[in-house]
């Protein structure tokens, strides 16, 4: 399917890791229409960053992931969004098999994701036992009929998300449940050849206090998911 593809990035203070993740994006086999970085009232040269790798920046003054990723729905020009975060790595068919999931009725779509290796925390291994893991999660959760969308690799038509309400205003969790939402107007499809790589910097602390978070996510606990830096 031809798609008209905005790609929607919030950042907070993520120079550092925007580079990789824009070069990804510029390397996707159907490439975007758009990439658009909300650079999240970061301290350091995120939105300098973005811009000077040709993508659209918008600042978003509101702190918090759900407020940027509402800005980038609302400001997006594409049919179809593809959300995805700044410390990730979308594997170059990315878009191609997103593109080629959707079907009459479709209105979202999600992937897998595996940790990029973490000096001292993942080897490599570990993070391709990351991603074979988690893939049988997403498969077992699609098959019981649970979508678990996630913001670093889910996609969704632009005007059934704003139909929905958009993103909740939450700490965190906003993805899952912008999910949930969509799937009250159409079909929510796990598409287990779309990857993305993602940073393992929230294992800096070890595995028990990253699983034990995200348990309470998933419970609706979220305060304190993006503690980790001011």
């Known amino acids: ?74 400001h997006a020009v594409g049919d179809w969004i593809a959300s995805t975060d700044a410390d990730s790595l979308p594997q170059p068919d990315w878009t191609q098999a997103l593109s080629a999931a959707i079907r009459p009725g479709t209105v979202a779509l999600y992937g897998p994701m595996q940790f990029l290796p973490l000096p001292g925390k993942v080897s490599a291994r570990a993070a391709r036992l990351s991603g074979h893991f988690y893939r049988l999660f997403l498969g077992v959760m699609a098959a019981a009929g649970q979508p678990n969308c996630g913001g670093a690799n889910m996609a969704f038509s632009r005007s059934a998300a704003l139909l929905a309400g958009g993103y909740p205003d939450t700490e965190a969790r906003e993805d899952i449940l912008l999910g949930l939402a969509l799937k009250r107007l159409g079909r929510v499809e796990y598409v287990p050849n779309a990857w993305v790589h993602t940073s393992a910097r929230r294992l800096s602390r070890g595995w028990g206090p990253f699983l034990w978070q995200h348990i309470r996510n998933l419970a609706g606990r979220t305060s304190g998911y993006f503690d980790r830096s001011p």
Do not use: F
């Not at 490439?31 to 658009?36: F, K, Q, T, W």
């Open 1 to 74: 399917m031809n798609v008209k593809w905005s790609v929607v990035i919030p950042a907070r203070n993520e120079a550092e890791t925007l580079p990789g993740l824009l070069a990804a994006l510029r390397a996707q086999t159907v490439p975007p229409y758009e990439i658009v970085v909300v650079d999240n009232a970061s301290s350091d040269d995120t939105a300098r960053v973005a811009a000077a790798h040709g993508a659209r920046v918008l600042h978003c003054a509101r702190r918090g992931v759900a407020h940027a990723r509402q800005m980038g729905l609302e």
